[in-house]
């Protein structure tokens, strides 16, 4: 379908009696020429016998025949001046209704520039129907009309399968003319036959680059008068059509881009918004309730993160139809963005009704979704906010369902929950805490705890896990649990993750530098901390800054952190593992990590997560899950350090599982820098916490003071 050589290639379609119609004209003139000289000659031959018969004096007779040819001249002359004179006219008012054409067309544009070309083109062509098409489906199978006219009658825009129409040759061909018979020979297409189409004139429109986008077509319930005139005003307008079809479709695009989400076909925020304006500028006055629902997909980032981005994008697409499946025509879905939705809902009678649908849509996602042949089960959490209780305007109203969603969150997700002006005295208790944490490492306010690890199989102590405090001048000592997710949140991780690096390794070297045998220093490393900061750069400045070796750090990084983006993992911490610093994985099991993906990852250590060693005596399930991983840990050649050993019954296990490391209460409590003298001076004896309290060590204190 690409552009002919020359507009005029179609004209390769027309049928015998059309090529001839350019012809006609001559005919017609040759016939009137016959005619004429037939009439001429049968006029001379009769009045001449007539004339001789009657007269018979020559002079008489001569003169008689002179006014004959006068008369004859004479009649001529008329003939020849009506004759030119008719066909002047015509040509006048084609000319006039070109130039009216082009002047009105000329300046419109849009819609206005469609309507005002099929109706001239209508009036200049006495046609019965005049239409301007562009293609569309998937396969560009079917013609939707931009403007259409039909003589005496006013006719809406419609659309039509191509398959059997003459448009389909148009498209296929060029230009093609069928002066008459147009019902015989395209008896498939309906809707010719439904307006009586009998003859008809069609040209392809091209865009830019060359690619046919549409029909234009002129068409007579009789044949046309001026078939020739048809074509030439067709082609001389294609042009121009063309580049206003263009035009209009590349601004659909731009309008569509602007409030739709391309990947789901989904409202975007933005026309979300404009709804729920306009929803909530009635509401108060047609006595309704909209409510707004806040959507997110449960651990959808794992989805993501494992499958990659194309099957995630496929999941999103599925996820949308689903929800769009459960709701009215009259509520809307939106998607927001990454895996957020939102559902506006224009009247609930009672909040039950909200709930209903709420629950509605969790039930929708039950069923598994199957992406690229895998089954894939998705949840979903949902947050209500109703107007007017929950907000009077848009942002309100979205901001509280926000709220309410990550209370649903909160609450083990897979669930709904309406917002509740409780929740936003949570907020506003998490916004004073964000800004005391702020001012909280200016004020040096954090401090370090250290718990040992021990090895199992000599009960040495071999390092230490560096784990930060925050020691609040009127609520007292405030655990990492309680503030770093906070700290994550707002970005406050990356200078307090820094702060912890920096005093880990500072401490450690110090205690080299003071004399005791070195040991490594684990410090925990939050995922935000790992993938916004430079951390290769800022380990090696920390670490030549404090002059610490790089062999006496291990950095603790989670699954979930590795799995956020696997390939920009496993790149940093390959260049942190070539500086010499070792790599541990925290509380390994928790996460979603694939198996698979372990033997890439360049680590030295499995952390076993404290929940499984807590069932390692009490389920048959959590001494085999402790099992696998250390069979899985060895068999990659990694090291194992079993996490919140408490009892005694668990570190016989563990010795006979053949782990390689404990760190527990059972051994030690995580202890401020000033009680670790025992654990440095000399090498240690497996024995209880406090069992034999120890004096605080003088040169510890000095080097922690510094
Ligand atoms: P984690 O890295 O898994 O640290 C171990 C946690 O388990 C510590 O809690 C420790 O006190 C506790 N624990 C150790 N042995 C036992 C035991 O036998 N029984 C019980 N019940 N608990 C034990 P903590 O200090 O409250 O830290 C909690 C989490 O906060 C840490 O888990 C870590 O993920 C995070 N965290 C701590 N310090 C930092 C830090 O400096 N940076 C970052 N990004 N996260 C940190
Ligand atoms: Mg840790
Ligand atoms: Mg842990």
Not at 10 to 34: D, H, T, V, W, Y
Not at 152 to 173: H, K, Q, W, Y
Not at 229 to 242: N, P, Q
Not at 539 to 565: H, N
Request: with cysteine; glycine share 8%; charged share 25%.
């Amino acid at each position: 379908m690409d552009r002919p050589k020359s507009l005029l290639r179609g004209q390769r379609c027309r049928p015998r009696q059309e090529r001839s119609a350019a012809g006609a004209g001559n005919r017609f003139a040759l016939k009137i020429s016959l005619a004429y000289s037939l009439a001429g000659g049968l006029w001379i031959l009769l009045s001449d016998g007539m004339i001789s018969t009657l007269v018979s004096d020559p002079l008489r007779l001569r003169t008689i025949q002179t006014g004959k040819g006068w008369v004859f001249v004479l009649i001529s002359s008329f003939l020849l001046f009506f004759i030119i004179r008719y066909y002047r006219k015509i040509l006048y008012r084609n000319e006039e209704y070109f130039n009216e054409m082009v002047r009105g067309v000329s300046s419109a544009t849009g819609d206005t520039f469609f309507n005002l070309l099929v109706q001239s083109l209508g009036d200049a062509l006495n046609a019965d129907y005049v239409l301007i098409g562009e293609l569309f489906g998937e396969e560009r199978e079917s013609v939707r009309t931009v403007a259409v006219y039909a003589r005496g009658r006013d006719m809406e825009n419609l659309s039509f399968p191509l398959a059997g129409t003459p448009c389909e040759r148009v498209i296929a061909e060029g230009l093609c003319s069928f002066e008459e018979g147009v019902r015989q020979k395209f008896p498939l297409d309906h809707i010719a036959a439904e307006m009586g189409v009998e003859s008809y004139v069609g040209v392809p429109l091209f865009d830019a680059s060359g690619r046919v986008i549409g029909p234009m077509a002129v068409m007579g319930r009789k044949p046309l008068e001026n078939i020739v005139l048809a074509e030439k005003m067709l082609l001389v307008f294609a042009v121009r059509a063309a580049a206003e079809l263009e035009r209009a479709r590349s601004e659909k695009t731009i309008q569509y881009m602007a409030f739709y989400d391309p990947l789901t076909g989904l409202p975007n925020g933005r026309l979300f918004n404009d709804r729920l304006s306009q929803i909530l500028a009635n509401a108060e006055r047609t006595k309704r309730f909209p409510a707004v629902m806040f959507i997110d997909l449960d651990r959808f980032k794992n989805i993501n993160d494992t499958l990659g981005h194309v099957a995630g994008d496929e999941l999103l697409k599925a996820v949308a139809e689903r929800l769009a499946s459960v709701l009215r025509k009259e509520d809307t879905v939106a998607r927001l963005g990454g895996d957020e939705f939102l559902v506006l809902l224009p009247d609930i009678r009672v909040a039950e009704d909200g709930a209903s649908i709420a629950a509605k849509l969790i039930d929708a996602m039950k069923p598994s979704f199957s992406i690229n042949g895998i089954e894939l089960h998705v949840a979903l959490s949902i947050g209500i906010a109703i107007f007017p209780f929950d907000g009077d305007c848009p942002d309100s109203l979205l901001k509280n369902a926000d709220t309410a969603l990550n209370r649903a969150k909160e609450l083990g997700r897979n669930n709904y929950q309406f917002y509740l002006s409780e929740m936003n005295e949570r907020s506003l208790h998490r916004l004073g805490m964000e800004s005391m944490l702020r001012k909280a490492l200016e004020r040096g306010e954090f401090l370090l705890h250290f718990q040992p690890q021990y090895t199992l199989y000599d009960q040495k102590v071999i390092g230490f896990e560096a784990l930060v405090r925050w020691q609040h001048p009127e609520k007292g000592m405030i655990s990492p649990g309680e503030f770093i997710p906070l700290a994550e949140e707002t970005g406050l991780i990356g200078p307090i993750g820094e702060w912890v690096l920096r005093t880990a390794c500072h401490q450690n070297k110090a205690w080299q530098n003071a004399g005791f045998e070195p040991k490594r220093m684990a410090v925990n490393i939050s995922a935000r901390q790992f993938y916004r900061q430079d951390m290769v750069g800022l380990v090696k400045q920390i670490l030549s800054e404090t002059g610490l070796e790089p062999c006496w750090l291990e950095l603790e990084i989670t699954e979930s952190l590795i799995m956020q983006d696997v390939e920009e993992a496993i790149h940093k911490l390959t260049k942190i593992r070539e500086i010499g610093v070792q790599i541990a994985i925290d509380d390994f099991g928790t996460g979603y990590s694939s198996l698979s993906y372990l033997q890439r990852f360049p680590v030295d250590t499995l952390k076993i997560d404290r929940s499984f060693v807590r069932d390692l005596t009490g389920s048959v399930d959590g001494s085999a899950i402790v099992d696998a991983v250390i069979a899985l840990a060895h068999s990659l050649k990694l090291k194992v350090v079993a996490e919140g050993v408490e009892t005694d019954e668990q570190m016989n296990l563990l010795r006979i599982k053949d782990c390689d490391r404990v760190q527990g209460f059972l051994l030690s409590k995580p202890q401020p820098v000033d009680r670790l003298a025992r654990f440095l001076s000399r090498p240690h004896r497996l024995q209880k916490e406090n069992s034999n309290p120890i004096p605080e060590d003088n040169l510890v204190k000095k080097i922690n003071q510094r």
